[in-house]
C-alpha cells in the first residue's frame, strides 16, 4: 500500500485543509499525526479535534500487517482449555493507605518529578529525531540500531511510560506510528519469543489498559497470534526462537533442546491478559499448559521448589541442571508466579498452581539462597546469591548481579498477597541489600555482577561482626580482587552499569506498599547518581564502571531505560495514585496490566 509520498502529501494537505475550514472557531485545534520519518509500511494521517478534554481519543486507524498471523493453519493445533478462570472476589490489599505529603514535603517531590521528567523528554526526543522507528537510540553517535526485529522496540515499550508522564500528543503520535508497524515482515529470521513477548506485546498491552485506544488491541493482537505460532509443535511448548517464514507456513517448528527458564517462563501474563481482553482463551490455554509442566516439576527438582536455571522443553524436563538462580536466566519464571496469581486469582485448579509454585519457591529461596554479607557497618540487608548443588549438596555462592534486585520487590508483593509479615521483611531486607551495593561505589551505582562475603557460621542470614581477616582472606581467593573495590566486595566481576532498572523497580514496590519515606529519598540518591553517571549530548548511556567516577560511556541504551528505569524513578515522585498498585501488576518490563475486577 505504500508508494508515492508525493501524492500522500497531496492527500494530507487536502484533509488537512477540510478539517481546518470546518473546525469551530473556538479554543478547537487541530492534531496531526504524521510520523512520516521512514515507517516501513503504509501511511496513516490521522487528523483529529482536540476540544481541552483530557479524555478524548484521536480517530487512528490500525494499518493490518502484511502477513495475518490468525489464519495460520497450525500441523499442530494446540488445545483449547483449560479456559480463562473468573479472577478475585475480594483482591488482597497491596498499597499502603497513603496520607498527603505536608506541603514542603510535597514540593520537594513535585521537583524530584519534573526533573525525572526531564531526563526523560531528553531521551524521547533524540530518539523522536533520530531513530523514530528503529528499536533503539544510541545515546553517544546519535545513530541506531535495530536489535528486536525491527519493529520499533523502543517507541512500542516507552508508550505507557508517555501516558503516565501526560504527554498526550507525543503518545498519540506514537500510537499513530504504531499502527503501521508491519508484523508480517521481520528484519531477522527468527524471532526472539521472550522479548517480543515482554516489549511488544507488554508495551501493546498496557498501553492499551492505560488509553483504551483500539488501535493498541488490533496490534497487540497481531503480535499475540504471532507469539501464538510459537506454541505450533508437538507437545505444544513454545520454541525459544521462531523461524518467522516456517511459523506463517504452519509447518510444525522444532523445540529447541535447551533454553533458560526464564523464556519458557515469562509468557504467562502476557497471554492471561490477552485473553482477559480479547475473549480469547487460546492464549491463557496454551501458557497454563506450558506452565502446568513447570508446576509438575517443581519438587522433583535438585533443590525442590526451584527449578534449574537451564531447562528442555523439548523433553519437557524442568528438572535435571544443577545451577540454581533468582539472577539473570531464571529471573522472571520467578517473577511472573506472585504476579500470574495477582491477575488471574486461585479459584480454578489451573491458576491455583501460581499460587502453590509461588509460596514454594519463595520459601525454598528464602531458606537457600539468601545472605546476609559480612560488612564493615550493621545495616540489615539480605543479597541474594547462587546456589549449586555439588556433592556435598546444596553449596550457596556469594555471588549477585544487578538483575537480582526486583527479588526484593517481589518478596514484598508476596508479603501482601500471601498475607505474609516474613515476605514483607524478607523483601525489605533484600531492596536495602541493592540500596546498599549502589551507596557503596563511587558513582553510587552497584556493578552488573560482583561477589561478597559470606558470614561465618550455619546460618547465612546471621548478621556477623566485621572480621577484616576473614574479608582479606576471602578476597585473595578472587582472581578479580581489586584493592579498590568497597570493603565487603570482593569482585566487581562486571564493574559496568547497563542502564538497568530492578534495584528502583524494588525501591519502587517498597515505598508503595509500606509508605516509609526513606525509600523515597533512596530513590533520589539513586537517580542523581544514575543521571550524573549516564548523561549524554542526546539521551543516556550505559557505563564502563561503577568504580571510576568519570567512567568511560558505551554508546548503548535499551529500549528498557525509557520503560522501566525512568517509569519507576518517575513513580516514585508521582502522587501513589497513578499505576496504584492495587489496580495494576506490572509485566518483567514495567508495563503495568490491569486487574479485572469481578
Ligand atoms: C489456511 O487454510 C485456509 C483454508 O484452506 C486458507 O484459505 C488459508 O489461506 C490458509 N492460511 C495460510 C496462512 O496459508
Ligand atoms: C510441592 O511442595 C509444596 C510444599 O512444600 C506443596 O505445597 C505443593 O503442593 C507441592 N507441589 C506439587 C506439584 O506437588
Ligand atoms: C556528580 O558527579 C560529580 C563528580 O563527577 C560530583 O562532584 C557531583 O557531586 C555529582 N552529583 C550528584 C548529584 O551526584
Same mark, same amino acid.
Given at each position: 500500500?505504500?508508494?508515492?509520498?508525493?501524492?500522500?502529501?497531496?492527500?494530507?494537505?487536502?484533509?488537512?485543509?477540510?478539517?481546518?475550514?470546518?473546525?469551530?472557531?473556538? $479554543?478547537?485545534?487541530?492534531?496531526?499525526?504524521?510520523?512520516?520519518?521512514?515507517?516501513?509500511?503504509?501511511? #496513516?494521517?490521522?487528523?483529529?479535534?482536540? %476540544?481541552?478534554?483530557?479524555?478524548?481519543?484521536?480517530?487512528?486507524?490500525? #494499518?493490518?500487517?502484511?502477513?495475518?498471523?490468525?489464519?495460520?493453519?497450525f500441523t499442530y493445533p494446540p488445545k483449547l482449555t483449560p479456559k480463562l478462570p473468573a479472577t478475585f472476589?475480594? !483482591?488482597? +490489599?497491596?498499597?499502603?493507605?497513603?496520607?498527603?505529603?505536608?506541603?514542603?514535603?510535597?514540593?520537594?517531590? $513535585?521537583? +524530584?518529578?519534573?526533573?525525572?521528567?526531564?531526563?526523560?523528554?531528553?531521551?524521547?526526543?533524540?530518539?523522536?529525531? !533520530?531513530?523514530? %522507528?528503529?528499536?533503539?537510540?544510541?545515546?553517544?553517535?546519535?545513530?541506531?540500531?535495530?536489535?528486536?526485529?525491527?519493529?520499533?522496540?523502543?517507541?512500542?515499550?516507552?508508550?505507557?511510560?508517555?501516558?503516565? %508522564?501526560?504527554?498526550?500528543?507525543?503518545?498519540?503520535?506514537?500510537?499513530?506510528?504504531?499502527?503501521?508497524?508491519?508484523?508480517?515482515?521481520?528484519?531477522?529470521?527468527?524471532?526472539n519469543t521472550f522479548?517480543?513477548c515482554i516489549?511488544?506485546l507488554?508495551?501493546?498491552?498496557?498501553?492499551?489498559?492505560?488509553?483504551?485506544? $483500539?488501535?493498541?488491541?488490533?496490534?497487540?493482537?497481531?503480535?499475540g497470534?504471532?507469539l501464538y505460532a510459537g506454541f505450533n509443535t508437538k507437545d505444544g511448548m513454545p520454541v525459544d526462537f521462531i523461524?518467522?517464514?516456517?511459523?506463517?507456513?504452519?509447518?510444525g517448528l522444532i523445540v529447541e533442546s535447551q533454553v533458560v527458564s526464564a523464556s519458557p517462563g515469562t509468557i504467562t501474563l502476557e497471554f492471561s491478559r490477552l485473553s482477559q481482553?480479547?475473549?480469547d482463551d487460546k492464549y491463557y490455554a496454551a501458557v497454563s499448559r506450558l506452565m502446568d509442566v513447570f508446576y509438575q516439576g517443581q519438587n522433583d527438582t535438585q533443590l525442590p521448589g526451584m527449578w534449574p536455571m537451564y531447562v528442555s522443553m523439548s523433553k519437557q524436563d524442568v528438572v535435571s541442571g544443577y545451577q540454581f538462580s533468582i539472577g539473570g536466566n531464571a529471573d522472571s519464571l520467578y517473577e511472573y508466579l506472585p504476579k500470574a496469581y495477582a491477575l488471574l486469582g486461585s479459584v480454578d485448579a489451573s491458576s491455583k498452581k501460581y499460587e502453590i509454585m509461588s509460596r514454594t519457591f519463595m520459601d525454598t529461596a528464602e531458606r537457600h539462597l539468601f545472605?546476609?554479607?559480612?560488612?564493615?557497618?550493621?545495616?540489615?540487608?539480605?543479597?541474594s546469591?547462587n546456589v549449586d548443588i555439588l556433592?556435598?549438596g546444596p553449596?550457596?555462592?556469594?555471588?549477585?548481579?544487578?538483575?537480582s534486585?526486583f527479588i526484593?520487590?517481589l518478596y514484598?508483593l508476596g508479603?501482601?498477597l500471601f498475607?505474609s509479615?516474613?515476605y514483607?521483611?524478607?523483601?525489605?531486607?533484600?531492596?536495602?541489600?541493592?540500596?546498599?551495593?549502589?551507596?557503596?561505589?563511587?558513582?553510587?551505582?552497584?556493578?552488573?555482577?560482583?561477589? %561478597?562475603?559470606?558470614?561465618?557460621?550455619?546460618? *547465612?542470614?546471621? *548478621?556477623?561482626?566485621?572480621?577484616?581477616?576473614?574479608?582479606?582472606?576471602?578476597?585473595?581467593? +578472587?582472581?578479580?580482587?581489586?584493592?579498590?573495590?568497597?570493603?565487603?566486595?570482593?569482585?566487581?566481576?562486571?564493574?559496568?552499569?547497563?542502564?538497568?532498572? $530492578?534495584?528502583?523497580?524494588?525501591?519502587?514496590?517498597?515505598?508503595?506498599? #509500606?509508605?516509609?519515606?526513606?525509600?523515597?529519598?533512596?530513590?533520589?540518591?539513586?537517580?542523581?547518581?544514575?543521571?550524573?553517571?549516564?548523561?549524554? +549530548?542526546?539521551?543516556?548511556?550505559?557505563?564502563?564502571?561503577?568504580?571510576?567516577?568519570?567512567?568511560?560511556?558505551?554508546?548503548?541504551?535499551?529500549?528498557?531505560?525509557?520503560?522501566?528505569?525512568?517509569?519507576?524513578?518517575?513513580?516514585?515522585?508521582?502522587?501513589?495514585?497513578?499505576?496504584?498498585?492495587?489496580?495494576?501488576v506490572?509485566n518483567t518490563?514495567?508495563?503495568?496490566f490491569?486487574?479485572?475486577?469481578?
Amino acid at each position: 500500500m505504500p508508494r508515492v509520498r508525493t501524492r500522500h502529501i497531496a492527500i494530507c494537505a487536502v484533509i488537512l485543509l477540510w478539517v481546518y475550514y470546518f473546525l469551530p472557531r473556538d $479554543e478547537a485545534f487541530t492534531y496531526v499525526y504524521d510520523y512520516g520519518h521512514g515507517a516501513s509500511h503504509g501511511s #496513516t494521517v490521522a487528523v483529529a479535534r482536540y %476540544m481541552n478534554d483530557p479524555e478524548f481519543i484521536p480517530l487512528i486507524i490500525a #494499518t493490518q500487517s502484511s502477513f495475518d498471523w490468525s489464519s495460520v493453519n497450525f500441523t499442530y493445533p494446540p488445545k483449547l482449555t483449560p479456559k480463562l478462570p473468573a479472577t478475585f472476589t475480594k !483482591r488482597p +490489599r497491596i498499597q499502603h493507605k497513603f496520607k498527603r505529603d505536608s506541603r514542603n514535603v510535597a514540593a520537594v517531590q $513535585e521537583q +524530584r518529578r519534573l526533573e525525572v521528567k526531564r531526563v526523560f523528554e531528553k531521551s524521547w526526543t533524540s530518539y523522536r529525531s !533520530r531513530a523514530w %522507528m528503529k528499536d533503539a537510540l544510541k545515546p553517544i553517535s546519535g545513530e541506531y540500531v535495530d536489535q528486536f526485529s525491527g519493529w520499533a522496540a523502543t517507541l512500542v515499550d516507552s508508550l505507557d511510560t508517555l501516558w503516565m %508522564m501526560g504527554m498526550r500528543d507525543e503518545f498519540y503520535e506514537a500510537v499513530a506510528a504504531v499502527s503501521t508497524i508491519d508484523f508480517g515482515e521481520s528484519t531477522t529470521a527468527t524471532v526472539n519469543t521472550f522479548e517480543s513477548c515482554i516489549r511488544y506485546l507488554g508495551g501493546l498491552i498496557a498501553a492499551y489498559d492505560l488509553s483504551g485506544h $483500539e488501535v493498541l488491541k488490533t496490534k497487540a493482537i497481531e503480535v499475540g497470534d504471532l507469539l501464538y505460532a510459537g506454541f505450533n509443535t508437538k507437545d505444544g511448548m513454545p520454541v525459544d526462537f521462531i523461524h518467522f517464514e516456517d511459523a506463517k507456513r504452519g509447518v510444525g517448528l522444532i523445540v529447541e533442546s535447551q533454553v533458560v527458564s526464564a523464556s519458557p517462563g515469562t509468557i504467562t501474563l502476557e497471554f492471561s491478559r490477552l485473553s482477559q481482553i480479547t475473549g480469547d482463551d487460546k492464549y491463557y490455554a496454551a501458557v497454563s499448559r506450558l506452565m502446568d509442566v513447570f508446576y509438575q516439576g517443581q519438587n522433583d527438582t535438585q533443590l525442590p521448589g526451584m527449578w534449574p536455571m537451564y531447562v528442555s522443553m523439548s523433553k519437557q524436563d524442568v528438572v535435571s541442571g544443577y545451577q540454581f538462580s533468582i539472577g539473570g536466566n531464571a529471573d522472571s519464571l520467578y517473577e511472573y508466579l506472585p504476579k500470574a496469581y495477582a491477575l488471574l486469582g486461585s479459584v480454578d485448579a489451573s491458576s491455583k498452581k501460581y499460587e502453590i509454585m509461588s509460596r514454594t519457591f519463595m520459601d525454598t529461596a528464602e531458606r537457600h539462597l539468601f545472605f546476609r554479607p559480612m560488612i564493615p557497618g550493621n545495616e540489615d540487608i539480605l543479597i541474594s546469591g547462587n546456589v549449586d548443588i555439588l556433592e556435598d549438596g546444596p553449596t550457596l555462592d556469594p555471588e549477585s548481579e544487578h538483575l537480582s534486585c526486583f527479588i526484593g520487590g517481589l518478596y514484598a508483593l508476596g508479603g501482601r498477597l500471601f498475607n505474609s509479615k516474613k515476605y514483607l521483611d524478607t523483601g525489605a531486607k533484600l531492596a536495602r541489600g541493592c540500596a546498599y551495593a549502589y551507596r557503596s561505589f563511587p558513582t553510587g551505582i552497584m556493578p552488573e555482577r560482583y561477589n %561478597m562475603v559470606l558470614c561465618p557460621g550455619p546460618d *547465612p542470614r546471621k *548478621p556477623c561482626a566485621w572480621d577484616e581477616e576473614h574479608y582479606t582472606t576471602a578476597a585473595a581467593e +578472587r582472581v578479580q580482587y581489586k584493592s579498590y573495590l568497597p570493603k565487603g566486595f570482593t569482585t566487581a566481576k562486571d564493574p559496568r552499569y547497563i542502564l538497568r532498572p $530492578e534495584a528502583i523497580e524494588s525501591v519502587f514496590i517498597l515505598w508503595r506498599i #509500606t509508605g516509609d519515606a526513606v525509600w523515597r529519598e533512596t530513590a533520589w540518591e539513586m537517580f542523581q547518581a544514575v543521571v550524573n553517571a549516564t548523561d549524554t +549530548r542526546y539521551a543516556n548511556a550505559a557505563i564502563m564502571d561503577v568504580n571510576v567516577i568519570g567512567s568511560k560511556q558505551e554508546d548503548y541504551m535499551e529500549s528498557f531505560w525509557m520503560a522501566e528505569t525512568l517509569k519507576y524513578f518517575y513513580l516514585c515522585f508521582a502522587d501513589p495514585d497513578l499505576i496504584s498498585l492495587d489496580d495494576f501488576v506490572l509485566n518483567t518490563e514495567a508495563h503495568p496490566f490491569r486487574l479485572s475486577k469481578k
